[in-house]
Nanobody, 123 residues
Framework: QVQVVESGGGLVQAGASLRLSCTTS????????MGWFRQAPGKEREFVAS????????YYVESVKGRFTISKDNAKSTVYLQMNSLKPEDTADYYC????????????????WGQGTQVIVSS
């Protein structure tokens, strides 16, 4: 069983930065593509970013392009989401997920999920 654990959320003001981290246990981390998703109160979960197994390919939802960066350190079994220039509309619970195979933007493709970390951006 693969465990996924996120960390790094918090309360920040608009314009600030946060870095979310996500680690997995179990099978080799390098065998997974990783994705970040978020769910705001009253809204459906949405794709934020994903990265291929060895980090060579990254994908972002349009609303975070140029502000968020996903990266993967297989030696540390950790994936990061660097979030800059945060906006109030980025407020959500952020979830990390893992899947074998290529990264996608569809949550149903991901097999393993963390419990989420909360990000609140005040105006």
């Amino acid at each position: 069983q693969v465990q996924v654990v996120e960390s790094g959320g918090g309360l920040v003001q608009a314009g600030a930065s946060l870095r979310l981290s996500c680690t997995t246990s179990g099978r080799a981390f390098s065998s997974y593509a990783m994705g970040w998703f978020r769910q705001a109160p009253g809204k459906e979960r949405e794709f934020v970013a994903s990265i291929s197994r060895y980090g060579g390919n990254t994908y972002y939802v349009e609303s975070v392009k140029g502000r968020f960066t996903i990266s993967k350190d297989n030696a540390k079994s950790t994936v990061y989401l660097q979030m800059n220039s945060l906006k109030p509309e980025d407020t959500a619970d952020y979830y990390c997920a893992a899947r074998p195979g290529p990264p996608t933007s569809y949550s149903g493709d991901y097999l393993y999920w963390g419990q989420g970390t909360q990000v609140i951006v005040s105006s």
